[in-house]
């Protein structure tokens, strides 16, 4: 008999939610075709795109932020500035594998001498240890190994100066600290 109760309670329970969903769309049937009745606004115009100003480089002859020291065309060349076009790269010279890295992403790890030739073992930035020494390149301006030391890696770099040619720079990779 008690279970007779509960399938009424539950039927009676699953009837009276029923009704209550069938509540209807009538209130929404009624909002949609009193907002089509209403006539429609104007449209407020799309802005203007704005064009930006033209601007126009004209700092060719101000310091360079990215150059330690800066020589205008009206000054001596530097002592290891060549003279006009008897310094260049060697386009034809078969670029090293460590000069497609600038020079400050290596690290010097440690050095090795093999039958009284001195390496310099270099760390590139995806961690692999290379082995260098003098009359290598190595970095991204055409920096040859001049010196390898304990403690340091010493190249010379070709760098283009403010006036188009080339000059040589000192440059160095020292050891990395643990």
Avoid at 77 to 84: F, G, T
Avoid at 109 to 121: D, I, K, P, R, W
């Amino acid at each position: 008999m008690t279970e007779n109760w509960a399938k009424i309670l539950i039927m009676m329970l699953a009837v009276t939610v029923l009704t209550a969903c069938e509540r209807g769309t009538r209130d929404l049937e009624q909002w949609v075709a009193e907002t089509l009745r209403t006539p429609g606004g104007e449209i407020d115009q799309i802005p203007p795109v704005a064009t930006p100003d033209i601007v126009t480089y004209v700092a060719f002859d101000l310091r360079d932020p990215f150059q330690r020291r800066f020589a205008r065309a009206d000054e001596p060349i530097e002592a290891d500035a060549a003279p006009a076009g008897t310094l260049r790269p060697d386009p034809d010279r078969r670029r090293e594998f460590l000069e497609s890295f600038p020079l400050d992403t290596l690290r010097m790890v440690g050095t090795l001498e093999l039958e009284g030739t001195s390496f310099a073992l270099i760390r590139d930035n995806d961690n692999v240890v290379h082995r260098v020494s003098e009359g290598n390149h190595m970095g991204s301006n055409h920096g040859r190994v001049v010196r390898v030391g304990r403690d340091r890696v010493e190249l010379v770099e070709l760098v283009e100066d403010p006036r188009g040619g080339w000059m040589e720079r000192r440059a160095q990779v020292v050891m990395a600290e643990n």
